[in-house]
């Protein structure tokens, strides 16, 4: 019964290191200047990719890192890198210049898609913090189908989650208006720098044998 409840406290860890929470304001910021359709298919595609990309790594995380020769260092210092340039946009103002007129309607589809993917699939949700997690409790797993179900049932949970936190949670922070989301969309823009910038020392210390 004990280990019962070890492999059960993965639940509450994986939805931690995910933060739908935390992450909801980017995902507004992100999204904001989107009609409720495209919309709705960003919120479909990035917690698929969150469910994806996690079930993928918990199961074959090690021999993918093995196969192409790269560490999770590597992907903190790529991750990092890649946050880095979405805040750049946040902070310029271009993500919120999106639009879904007909003049630039392919465009900004084809930017749909891509925001769907990165940054609010990877590495926002489904991040080095998350991917590691998921790979060290199926690590540490061995052949015990329990504890290897409860790390699939944990990312299945939070994926879930994610879905109605990015559903509903909107509402509250759409009370903030036009003004109040492009204001909150610069500042998050110097939080998420912040994060990717940590996010490459994280990689570069770990790299170095430090971390």
Known sequence: MIDLYVY????????AIVDPIGTLPFYVA???????????????????????????FALA????????????AAFEIA?????FMVAYDML??????????????????????ELSVV?????????PGAISTV??????????????????????ITTVATFFVFRYGPRILNALGRVGVMALTRVLGLVLAAVGV????NGILASFGHA
């Open 79 to 83: 991750g990092g890198i890649l946050l």
């Open 30 to 56: 992100l999204t904001n200047g989107f009609n409720d359709e495209d919309r709705d298919v960003i919120l479909h595609r990035s917690v698929l990719v969150l469910g994806g990309v996690l079930t993928l």
């Open 135 to 156: 790979m060290i409790y199926e690590g540490n797993a061995g052949y015990d189908p329990l504890a290897i179900l409860a790390t699939i049932v944990a990312i299945a």
């Open 198 to 201: 940590q996010f490459v020392v």
């Open 119 to 127: 940054p609010l699939g990877i590495p926002l949700l489904a991040g």
């Open 8 to 15: 059960l406290a993965v639940i509450p860890s994986v939805f």
């Open 92 to 113: 310029r103002g271009e993500v919120a210049r999106v639009r879904l007129s007909p003049q630039d309607r392919e465009e900004a589809i084809a930017r749909r898609d």
């Open 61 to 72: 995380g090690f021999v993918i890192f093995h196969a192409f020769g790269f560490t999770l």
